[in-house]
């Protein structure tokens, strides 16, 4: 059958000074401080979700200083919830036991706040539309637009109405093109079109590959009594054996909510590691077991986070385009925030590019120079550590705070796609798994929560490159695992006539793009669904 051309289709034409990519803190920010900084550009901002947040996810406890400089006022008019951190503690797990420990340097949280990022991001977007910024949910881009020299010139929203086959359905709609002096990409962890740029224009070639880690998170609703609001949990050890890295938290917001999760670094070596069971066997631990017994969960989900730091930080700018927040590799790990930095550095680029009269030229430099990557510098060697094991990471860290990150050194990042041991390779630990009394019983329930929706008859938004590879060299070598780490049952081996085969739920997909990071034959390719699809998350 002959697929219609998307270069022959006639589209739409939206011209601006300036497009962002991505409604998350950072491309928001970016807008507001451009629209403050000059009224006259024409801004806008396009985000992939069906409203703005409900691809959002994160802990999160942000630190609220870059927030005070981009809106001095904001604590009059807080976003939906907002609850000062007030009690820290950190814990060590065993099987069924805990040890409390001193609070590591770094993730004290006296004078921030808990927040839904996702509603933060919401209470933000109007914000910006009050100053003229013009912001289109649904709006998923599919591709970069480039000019004759290849300098990006903005992008193109994906078509609407194509069915799986490719075909034209009835109310096909072709997406349009969005033309622009300068595209800012804020697309946050792994985002598909940042992740082709930086392969176009080499941004990677002088920094190390950069690392990850999935964050799968809940909000559960339980008896207002059990709850402490401003308190903040983390742990770490079991489930996870010494050689993941990775640990989980338990957020007390206020009316009776508790947000929790389970964060693992996608370097693990163990291939039969499942990320989504390790968070449950977590929530069933004796210490946070009676706390949610009898609850109910309100939303559910899983996204990357970027961890590589300050050596995995690729050039952030190209002809006509630069790079902003997540996206770029800004999260600090230890304190586990990065939305302090996202909000500085889409501050940053607006100010910079009013300086350069829209010129992405000397942003790379000018963020290096800045506080924000003097952050990531003084922390480079901390996750880098723990590729050595638990105890060596944690004498590490010590070293590294006491000497404040002079160390002379910094240790270097490998791609978390080629850390994985063979099979026959890795003996798996006893992992002590205790019996499961909270929900969801399974992924496809986690998927439920998430809220996710997809419309069956379209071209599948996972691109496996070889498929054979899945039924031959995949199953022999690795057992396939994404059958394992992917949270959402994506991934699937069927037997049926004709053989073993990989089949792809990409209905349930809750875009976290851990396979496209984690896979280890590097064949699978995130890309946007239609504009609307994915999850709908509520307040995580």
């Avoid at 401080?33 to 703005?52: F, W």
């Avoid at 944690?394 to 990042?413: D, F, H, M, Q, R």
Wanted: glycine share 10%.
């Amino acid at each position: 059958m002959n697929q219609p051309d998307p270069n022959a289709v006639e589209r739409d034409v939206m011209e601006y000074d300036v497009v962002t990519v991505g409604a998350g803190p950072a491309g928001l920010s970016f807008a507001i401080r451009l629209k403050q900084l000059n009224p006259e550009l024409s801004v806008c901002v396009i985000e992939k979700a069906s409203t703005i947040g409900a691809h959002i996810l994160s802990g999160a406890v942000i630190e609220p200083e870059p927030l005070d400089a981009l809106l001095p006022n904001w604590r009059d008019n807080p976003p939906p919830i907002c609850v000062p951190a007030k009690h820290d503690e950190f814990w060590l797990l065993t099987h069924k036991g805990h040890r409390r420990l001193p609070i590591p340097p770094g993730m004290h949280n006296e004078g921030n706040f808990i927040v839904s990022l996702g509603a933060m991001c919401a209470w933000l977007a109007p914000q910006a539309e009050a100053l003229g910024v013009e912001i289109y949910p649904g709006f998923a881009a599919a591709e970069t637009l480039h000019d004759e020299s290849g300098a990006v010139v903005g992008v193109r929203i994906g078509d609407m109405g194509i069915a799986k086959d490719g075909s034209h359905k009835p109310g096909y709609t072709p997406g349009i093109d969005i033309r622009a002096k300068v595209t800012v990409l804020a697309e946050g962890a792994r985002g598909h079109l940042t992740k082709r740029l930086i392969k176009q224009f080499e941004l990677d070639a002088d920094s190390d590959p950069q690392g990850y880690s999935i964050g799968i998170k809940e909000l559960w609703q339980v008896p207002e009594d059990r709850v402490t609001p401003g308190k903040i949990v983390h742990s770490f050890g079991w489930p996870a054996d010494n050689e993941v890295y990775g640990g989980g938290f338990l957020y007390h917001l206020d009316k009776g909510r508790i947000a929790l999760g389970y964060v693992s670094g996608l370097d693990y070596k163990d291939p039969e590691y499942k990320p989504w069971e390790a968070f449950q066997q977590w929530k069933n631990h004796p210490l946070f077991e009676p706390l949610l017994e009898g609850g109910t969960i309100l939303s559910a989900g899983a996204r990357a986070i970027v961890t590589g730091g300050y050596q995995s930080l690729p050039k952030l700018e190209m002809p006509g385009a630069l790079l902003i927040g997540d996206t770029a590799g800004l999260l600090n790990v230890p304190k586990i925030k990065g939305t302090h930095q996202a909000i500085r550095s889409g501050m940053l680029a607006a100010e910079h590019l009013v300086a350069s009269q829209l010129s992405p030229q000397g942003f790379d430099a000018k963020l290096r120079g800045s506080n924000i990557m003097a952050e990531l510098k003084k922390v480079r060697n901390f996750k880098p550590g723990f590729k050595r094991g638990l105890w060596f990471g944690i004498l590490n860290s010590a070293w590294e705070t006491v000497t404040g990150g002079l160390s002379p050194w910094t240790l270097k990042n490998k791609a978390d796609w080629c850390s994985l041991d063979k099979v026959g390779e890795h003996e798996s630990p006893k992992r002590d798994y205790i019996e499961r009394k909270l929900a969801p019983r399974d992924r496809l329930q986690g998927v439920y929560y998430a809220a996710t929706e997809h419309d069956e008859d379209q071209p599948v938004h996972l691109k496996v490159r070889d498929t054979s590879i899945c039924v031959t060299r995949c199953a022999e070598e690795y057992d396939n695992p994404c059958t394992r780490f992917c949270p959402a049952a994506v991934y699937e081996i069927v037997q049926d006539e004709a053989g073993k085969r990989l089949q792809i739920n990409a209905a349930n997909c809750v875009h976290c793009k851990t396979c496209d990071i984690k896979d280890p034959y590097e064949i699978i390719d995130w890309v946007t669904p239609e504009g609307g699809s994915g999850p709908n998350y509520q307040n995580l």
